[in-house]
């Protein structure tokens, strides 16, 4: 069974700092591109971070030079470190395992609140 857990959500203050973490089960990590997408009150989904298999990583305009994507293969784990946060941020935050380049499917998790207000 597959299974990618979201943690690290909350509450946090603009200019604060969150570390989001997706623990994956039931694949072969590695071969999986790796990404964070977030789901705002407005009801739009959008990608926020990638990462390749080789660690190649991509990142929306609204984020860049405040959030950082990265994997770990040997532990099956993704992370998104958010930095510098606006309540703009506020949204879902769901990580995808995307397979599709070799021909396998798109997983996804349950979804992680974060929410950034004073």
């Known amino acids: 069974q597959v299974q990618l857990v979201e943690s690290g959500g909350g509450l946090v203050q603009p200019g604060g700092s969150l570390r989001l973490s997706c623990a994956v089960s039931?694949?072969?990590?590695?071969?999986?591109?790796m990404g964070w997408y977030r789901r705002t009150p407005g009801n739009q989904r959008e990608l926020v971070a990638s990462?390749?298999?080789?660690?190649?990583?991509t990142y929306a305009d609204s984020v860049k030079g405040r959030f950082t994507i990265s994997r770990e293969n040997a532990k099956k784990m993704v992370y998104l470190q958010m930095n510098s946060l606006r309540p703009e941020d506020t949204a879902v935050y769901y990580c995808?395992?995307?397979?599709?380049?070799?021909?396998?499917?798109?997983?996804w998790g349950q979804g992680t609140q974060v929410t950034v207000s004073s």
């Open positions: 990462i390749t298999r080789d660690a190649r990583t």
């Open positions: 039931g694949i072969a990590f590695s071969v999986y591109a």
């Open positions: 995808s395992a995307d397979g599709s380049s070799k021909k396998l499917s798109i997983y």
